[in-house]
């Protein structure tokens, strides 16, 4: 009984990230607007009767995905400011993250801009996610280990952590608005060379 409750389980764990990995295809490469909640079960091989055992509807697999997203992009930040050791550390282990959650979770960002250019701000907040609060989280996490960087004298003592955790996502998200996923086969050793650069950490 209990290893039949635990494969249950375990179905419909993978049937839910099934229908998610569709979705995620279809918003990032047709948009969010134009994909149909027949698109994303006929993408996923279920019926759209079997989908709604997960979602509500089509928002409700947006905001799935939204979530997971920030979570996972929040949680890199988090774990390089916890990261042990000093500052150069924490930002090489950030960095890796950094392109590693980007590399994994290209769809999102595609996705994201997306809604930024058709509903902005405005649209996200009415789907539960205040994007400034997330940004300022980021921003927060990032800010502390270049505090930390400029104690250490990796910075100039006259540097401005906050100004450069701006320059950092801008780089960053930059080259995803700019290039799509054809960021992603630039080198990752010239991205961290010129993400440490644009901070104006000391590389050699």
């Known amino acids: 009984m209990v290893r039949s409750q635990e494969i249950g389980r375990q179905m419909r764990i993978e049937a839910r990230t099934q229908l998610l990995d569709a979705a995620r ?22 019926s759209q009767g079997n989908l709604y055992w997960y979602f509500s509807g089509k928002q409700d697999v947006l905001q799935a995905i939204l979530g997971e997203g920030f979570e996972n992009l929040e949680a ?14 924490k930002l090489d ?3 890796e993250r ?29 789907l539960g996610f205040d994007t400034l609060a997330i940004g300022r989280r980021l921003h927060e996490h990032l800010g ?4 930390q960087a400029r104690s250490e004298g990796m910075l100039d003592g006259e540097a401005d ?19 799509g996923e054809d960021w992603l086969d630039l080198p990752p050793e010239m991205l961290r060379l010129g ?10």
Request: charged share 15%; aromatic share 16%; glycine share 10%.
């Open 98 to 126: 950094y392109l590693h959650t980007a590399r994994e979770g290209y769809q999102f960002f595609t996705i994201f801009v997306s809604l930024l250019g058709h509903g902005g701000v405005d649209f996200l907040r009415e």
């Open 25 to 46: 295809k279809l918003f990032a490469g047709q948009g969010y607007f134009n994909t149909r909640i027949t698109d994303i079960a006929r993408e996923a091989g279920m």
């Open 93 to 95: 282990f950030l960095i």
């Open 76 to 89: 890199a930040l988090a774990q390089a400011r916890a990261h042990p050791g000093a500052a150069g550390e």
């Open 144 to 147: 502390a280990i270049l505090v």
């Open 161 to 179: 952590p906050q100004a450069l955790a701006a320059f950092f996502f801008a780089f960053f998200n930059g080259l995803m608005i700019t290039y």
């Open 195 to 204: 993400a440490l650069r644009l901070l104006g950490v000391r590389t050699e």
